[in-house]
């Protein structure tokens, strides 16, 4: 538990925080070691199993998932940014936006998810499968509940006594990691990975959409904080800001100007993303239909002519699915034949 005679102690002895310093000052969060540790054994795993079985994984994927998703949870947590986040509130913010926003999109384009369900044995497999269709989270996922949750749980922190009681209470502070890192996965990893918790509706132009859509929400906190009146936790930073400190005012508005900052930042790769994802599986139809093409419109065998004269009767024809099948697809093509 962290108490304010350690706080006290701690603020006095820390030097003055610059460029060099915050970068290379650094401390051990070891609830938040053990949990990059777990998550990264366990994609680790999944890609030596997938490899171990001939299948191919992309190192795309894990560069992502290792460098962007747990490199930041390992930046938020033991950085400069943990090491001064008591005594100045700038630090915190950004510390919490990367849980909120930039881990979660790094593990997302990780595609963990698909991983467990290739690298698993078939029961276990099909459990995670039932699982990630389930009632429950099918409703935390379902994209406009998911938003609300994200702007909820920042709305949370800040103007709830949380954030206060978290940087007292070390447990608490831990717990609030998870929190906003949780918060944040719940709508970046289905959107990104997991289609089959989406609702059919959720079409990757509706995806991006609703990707454009969170870029704006997820800026309302950092507007919010950096135009708020009132200081945030600011019994705590007036009482434990050192003497080289800025005014805590504007330290709570470098904070807030910083959230604004990185969130639409994020949402700029995020965006890029779906497109990607949306451009792949258009180019995945149409090769698939293309291929329905080609074998279904192959002339049929010939029938046998019996001997004699008279006129050859031409080959029959299979007759093309679109005339024969009930289907969106279908309709276009014969409306553009015709």
Same mark, same amino acid.
């Given at each position: 538990m962290v108490g304010y005679p350690w706080s006290d102690l701690?603020?006095?002895s820390l030097p003055e925080l610059t460029t060099g310093r915050l970068l290379s000052s650094w401390q051990?969060?070891?609830p938040a070691l053990l949990l990059v540790l777990v998550l990264g054994s366990l994609y680790g795993w999944g890609v030596l199993r997938l490899r171990r079985r001939g299948e191919p994984w992309s190192p795309a994927r894990t560069a992502a998932f290792t460098l962007l998703g747990l490199g930041a949870l390992v930046v938020a947590t033991m950085s400069g940014l943990?090491?001064?986040d008591?005594?100045?509130f700038w630090p915190a913010a950004v510390q919490n936006i990367l849980l909120?926003?930039?881990?979660?999109?790094g593990l997302a384009l990780g595609d963990p998810l698909r991983l467990a369900v290739r690298a698993l044995p078939e029961r276990a497999s099909g459990r995670?499968?039932? !699982?990630? !269709?389930?009632r429950l989270v099918r409703v935390l996922t379902f994209p406009l509940v998911s938003t609300a949750l994200v702007l909820a749980t920042e709305l949370t922190v800040y103007f709830t006594p949380y954030f206060a009681t978290a940087l007292r209470v070390g447990w608490l502070h831990e717990l609030m990691y998870l929190h906003l890192l949780a918060a944040g996965s719940l709508f970046v990893?289905?959107?990104l990975t997991h289609e089959q918790a989406l609702p059919a509706w959720c079409t990757h132009p509706v995806r991006a959409a609703l990707v454009f859509l969170d870029g704006i929400v997820d800026a309302v906190p950092g507007v919010v904080v950096m135009t708020h009146g009132t200081l945030i936790a600011g019994a705590w930073y007036l009482h434990h800001a050192p003497s080289w400190a800025p005014d805590v005012h504007q330290d709570q508005q470098l904070g807030g100007g910083a959230m604004l900052g990185i969130a639409e930042l994020v949402a700029l790769p995020f965006l890029l993303?779906?497109?990607v994802q949306w451009a792949r599986h258009e180019r995945l139809q149409s090769a698939a239909l293309d291929r329905r093409l080609e074998t279904e419109l192959v002339p049929a065998a010939p029938r046998p002519q019996s001997p004699g004269p008279g006129p050859l009767e031409a080959p029959d024809l299979v007759r093309p699915w679109w005339e024969t099948e009930q289907s969106d697809v279908a309709d276009r093509i014969r409306r553009q034949r015709r």
């Open positions: 701690a603020a006095a051990l969060d070891v943990a090491v001064y008591h005594v100045l909120d926003l930039v881990a979660p999109l995670l499968r039932r !699982t990630m !269709t389930g990893v289905p959107v993303a779906i497109l």
